[in-house]
């Protein structure tokens, strides 16, 4: 089942009171997310994540195109007691509790009071806030108020929920205990979308990623498909490796980098990889080992925007 | 149900305001004053008011003696406006352009809610903040005056429902403002031009508005804008005349009624359109 899709999105801002210029947020953005997935949004600053995410909340309106949540169509204000959002420096008023914020955001999303109740505590011990409920949020530390977020985000137990930045300000421990949530949640069946910039993060627990930039979509795919398209190879041998294959090598006009006992290879495909191999067996090489180096994420996510730069 | 949440948040919310401290502290100073200061003394040839121990009116007869308390209510009623307005403004400007703030507008509208729910909790808890401040002021007020000269006004205290209806009308145009402008400075000037300045221009139109030109035709656009907007100045010069037991014209505040929703209505929607 499809629980966001978008077709066709697109957004421009008008800025400035006389002069409007136009600022494109959004290019023809077409995306479809599978319910029960951790799906995250990658791209640099300004590049429409969250335009992306405000749109499919109703909190701006597209210039043209179409979403849908869990099969409705948008705008729709009935959809949205299914889904839960984590705002990027979301605020809350100082003056209430953290039980209080869960309790006001509770009820607005219109969950029975007895159901707002039964839910704070364990949710707040989920979050690891439960004994600083009754704290004034004011006094709260980020990470606090991010892990005080989560639960908000939580409260109307959402079938899908958007996170822009969750552990934005959260420590290596709270991180990986807000990673955790995050897997049990898709245990549970629920459905995340997730816009972040720590990359190795999104690594670690997205199904599938999507990367934009300047409003467009440039890819999606699984992280594995993301991190092994160009996979890197790496062969040790027993030197010296003979001049002629050297020669030979180049001509074959692959990314080769040499060193003593080990070559790396930058191939595109196994075809590729074969080659080099009978090429080394040819030689006499003797082999000792071929390993296939992944990119991580990161490095995935650069090489990408570097190629759509020289484009 | 979720209007009914709102409004009870935004009361806490203008509750937690110390704006408002001062306006209560302001009438509860006033009660302290009439509670201690204020009494009657029957004589021979009526009843006599007494401030601190002085005489303030002549020996009066119980119909007089009800007239000048009534009077003494009106001018508090007319000052305890004022405060409203002055205090009011200043607790409240702020409510609906932080509603409206980046991070906070995010967490509200990704609720079920719609745009115009939003701005109508937001209006009504500013405006059930000031109601109980003035049902406060009024109904002690009252209580102290009834137990101390045994005149008890239900003119005077029916006032304390419409003095909160004049500012919920008042709130319809500081709605308008907050959602344009979403800044708590251009809300505070606005509605204070328009108090004392435009609203005033117009509600006295006869003695200068109406001198700048003879031509018929500017005297209907004066009058048009007359009621277009809540006729402020009328309501309260009616709720005196309520207050003083005096023939009372409803119009102001049906004619407010209506303009009142014609701009809250405008408010909700250049909401419902905003991007955020």
Redesign the interface.
């Known amino acids: 089942m499809i629980a966001i899709s978008s077709t066709s999105l697109s957004k421009v801002y008008r800025n400035g009171l006389l002069n409007k210029k136009p600022v494109t947020a959004l290019t023809d953005f077409s995306l479809e997310v599978e319910s029960g997935q951790i799906f995250s949004l990658l791209g640099p600053n300004g590049a429409g994540k969250t335009t992306f995410i405000k749109m499919l909340l109703s909190l701006a309106f597209p210039t043209s195109g179409s979403a849908a949540i869990l099969g409705e169509q948008l705008p729709n204000v009935r959809i949205r007691s299914r889904i839960g959002y984590l705002p990027e420096n979301h605020r809350y008023p100082g003056y209430l509790t953290g039980e209080q914020v869960l309790r006001l955001f509770g009820r607005l999303t219109g969950v029975p009071h007895a159901a707002v109740e039964s839910r704070i505590t364990p949710l707040m011990q989920m979050v690891g806030m439960d004994q600083w409920k009754r704290m004034k949020v004011k006094k709260y530390s980020k990470g606090m108020l991010q892990r005080v977020g989560l639960a908000q985000a939580l409260i109307n137990e959402p079938e899908v929920i958007f996170l822009d930045e969750p552990t934005d300000g959260v420590d290596p421990i709270g991180r990986k205990e807000i990673r955790d949530i995050l897997k049990d949640l898709k245990n549970q069946g629920k459905t995340i979308f997730l816009n972040s910039h720590l990359l190795s993060e999104v690594e670690l627990i997205s199904d599938r990623v999507a990367i934009l930039d300047k409003g467009k979509l440039l890819k999606t795919g699984t992280v594995d498909e993301l991190t092994t398209e160009g996979s890197r190879f790496q062969i040790g041998f027993i030197p010296p490796l003979p001049d002629a294959f050297r020669v030979e090598a180049a001509a074959l006009v692959l990314p080769l980098s040499y060193e003593p006992e080990v070559l790396t290879a930058e191939l595109r495909s196994t075809q590729d990889l074969n080659r080099i191999i009978d090429l080394l067996r040819k030689h006499g090489v003797e082999l000792t080992s071929i390993t296939r180096q992944r990119s991580t994420l990161e490095e995935s996510f650069l090489n990408l925007l570097k190629r759509e730069v020289t484009s | 149900?979720?209007i009914l949440?709102?409004v009870a948040?935004t009361f806490?919310?203008g509750v937690?305001k110390a704006t408002l401290w001062v306006l209560a502290g302001i009438s509860t100073l006033i009660l302290i004053l009439v509670a201690f200061g204020f009494s009657t003394e029957t004589t021979a040839n009526g009843i006599v008011l007494m401030l601190f121990g002085n005489a303030t009116s002549p020996p009066l007869e119980s119909s007089q003696l009800a007239q000048a308390i009534a009077t003494m209510q009106a001018t508090l009623a007319r000052g305890l406006m004022g405060g409203v307005f002055l205090f009011g403004l200043f607790a409240t400007a702020g409510i609906i352009p932080e509603a409206l703030?980046?991070?906070?507008?995010?967490?509200?509208?990704?609720?079920?809610?719609?745009r115009w729910e939003l701005l109508a909790g937001k209006s009504l808890g500013a405006v059930s903040v000031m109601l109980a401040n003035i049902l406060y002021f009024v109904g002690a007020l009252w209580l102290v005056v009834g137990l101390k000269a045994g005149v008890w006004s239900l003119q005077f205290l029916a006032s304390a429902l419409l003095m909160a209806f004049v500012f919920a009308c008042f709130y319809s145009i500081v709605s308008l403002l907050a959602v344009v402008s979403r800044n708590i400075g251009i809300v505070i000037i606005g509605a204070f031009l328009y108090l004392f300045v435009v609203g005033a221009a117009l509600e006295t139109r006869a003695l200068g508005l109406y001198l700048l030109s003879g031509s018929a035709a500017y005297r209907t656009v004066i009058d048009g804008l007359y009621y277009i907007f809540p006729q402020l100045a009328g309501m309260q010069n009616q709720i005196t005349a309520l207050i003083l037991d005096q023939e009372t014209d409803w119009i102001p505040f049906v004619q407010s009624l209506a303009s009142s929703g014609v701009i809250f209505a405008g408010a909700a929607a250049v909401l419902h359109?905003k991007?955020?």
Do not use: Q
Request: charged share 35%.
């Open positions: 149900m979720k949440t709102l948040h806490r919310e937690a703030e980046k991070g906070i507008v995010d967490l509200y509208l990704s609720k079920p809610i719609a359109r991007d955020f």
